[in-house]
């Protein structure tokens, strides 16, 4: 597989309601093919926001849009551009960051959360500076954090309610 130089590929989710931000990093294969977040089937993100919620997973992109929306929730990614070799988050290089302090100023963001180390070391870094808000830290919802079984994602995820 090769490394390569990529911008992501589709907008943030959010409304005029979204009361918090979940920040992934950047897209992987799966969700690039897909056109939307959190693709790859084995990802746990849909899984562990469905059961803090009581409901059903979405099994369409627009689905998953209301039930974000339904819920105050945003979401989008720290990288807007990187050099990346398939969905690893250890290759990313030359991160660019998305223009999140614009997406700050069109929804009341209260609480901005990271899924996972690669996306809250970019928001650290070059958005916390600009917003002045920092992100509270998540364990990777990514089938390669297997150290993290899915009830134990679902308790540490249980601050964004």
């Known amino acids: 597989m090769r490394e390569e130089r990529l911008v992501h590929p589709f907008q943030p989710v959010y409304d005029g309601n979204s009361r918090i931000l979940i920040l992934g990093s ?29 409901e059903e997973i979405p099994d369409c992109v627009e689905g998953k849009k209301a039930f974000l929306l339904d819920h105050g929730i945003a979401l989008w990614d720290s990288i ?11 290759s990313i290089r ?15 963001i209260e609480r901005i959360f990271a899924n996972g180390k690669a996306s809250f070391a970019c928001y650290e870094k070059y958005v916390f500076p600009e917003t002045g808000i920092h992100a509270v830290p998540l364990p990777s919802t990514s089938p390669a954090n297997a150290a993290w079984d899915l009830e134990k994602l679902k308790e540490a995820w249980r601050v964004i309610l």
Not at 27 to 54: C, T
């Open 26 to 54: 950047f897209p992987s294969a799966a969700s690039r093919e897909a056109m939307f977040y959190y693709g790859h089937r084995r990802n746990r993100f849909w899984k562990v926001l469905s059961a803090l919620y009581g």
């Open 94 to 108: 030359d991160a660019v960051p998305n223009k999140i302090s614009e997406l700050l100023k069109k929804a009341p």
């Open 80 to 90: 807007g551009a990187c050099a990346i070799t398939g969905s690893s988050d250890a």
